[in-house]
């Protein structure tokens, strides 16, 4: 079944969140963390303050987790959109997800087979690849497994499968992806299944979760070409 009704309310309040969102949020809480540091260093700082710059820098960890986990979702910009059969995006997020993927002992597999182009925001797709891949391995978490991704085309349409052997969903938390904040991770925002729904109902796709507690879970997303 379609998940993209079920989803489409939230989309609103992704929209909503995400025109407060930006790049320059970033930049403040760099140079405040950076300070915050070297402050720690001092030899003046006491153990009962050095306490509290611990926390704030753990704080500040967190913002940037939440802005990076949605940062995409800030208005496609002109100069970002591309014609093309996401292999470029494809291979980038692939390598950039290969260390976090070796530190979890996740092995990751990589087929690409598609020749058919679509016009989509190469930032956002990108951003809502990673989201996808991190879920992947974090339910991985502590035993390790296996990462596939799949790329095909079948009658116009393009389909990237992303299969983990991690823990598994039952079809109640199915139902819970995409709703902001939603998490069961304690360091989790509960903010990337967000932007996965809102990046592929842009591009007029469909997201179709298949999941097994205990056995893993398959996202097959469809785009039209
Ligand atoms: P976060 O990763 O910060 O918790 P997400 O929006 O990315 O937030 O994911 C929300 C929740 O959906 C996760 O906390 C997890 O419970 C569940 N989830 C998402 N992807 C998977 C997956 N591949 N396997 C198992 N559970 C998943
Ligand atoms: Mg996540």
Do not use: W
């Not at 930049?27 to 720690?40: A, D, E, K």
């Not at 303050?49 to 939440?66: S, V």
């Not at 902001?180 to 729904?197: A, C, I, Q, R």
């Amino acid at each position: 079944k379609s998940e993209r009704f079920l989803h489409s309310e939230r989309l609103n309040v992704v929209s909503e969140l995400a025109a407060s969102v930006s790049h320059e949020i970033r930049n403040p809480l760099t140079v405040t963390s950076g300070f915050l540091q070297i402050l720690n260093k001092s030899t003046t700082v006491n153990p009962e303050e050095k306490r509290y710059i611990e926390i704030a820098l753990q704080e500040l960890k967190r913002a940037e987790q939440i802005v990076s986990d949605y940062l995409s979702l800030a208005k496609p910009q002109s100069e970002n959109m591309v014609y093309s059969n996401f292999e470029t995006e494809m291979e980038y997020t692939k390598n950039l997800i290969i260390p976090y993927a070796t530190m979890h002992q996740v092995d990751v597999q990589y087929y690409f087979n598609n020749s058919l182009n679509t016009k989509y925001d190469k930032n956002q797709i990108q951003q809502c690849l990673i989201n996808l891949y991190k879920n992947a391995i974090e339910a991985m978490k502590g035993k390790g497994g296996t990462l596939s991704l799949d790329v095909s085309e079948k009658k116009k349409t393009i389909v990237i499968k992303i299969k983990d052997t991690g823990v598994g969903m039952t079809k109640e938390e199915i139902s819970r992806l995409g709703k902001p904040y939603y998490s069961t991770k304690e360091e989790g925002t509960g903010l990337g299944m967000l932007v996965v729904y809102s990046a592929i109902d842009k591009i007029k796709g469909k997201i179709e979760v298949k999941s097994e507690k205990g056995k893993g879970t398959t996202f097959v997303i469809t785009i039209p070409a």
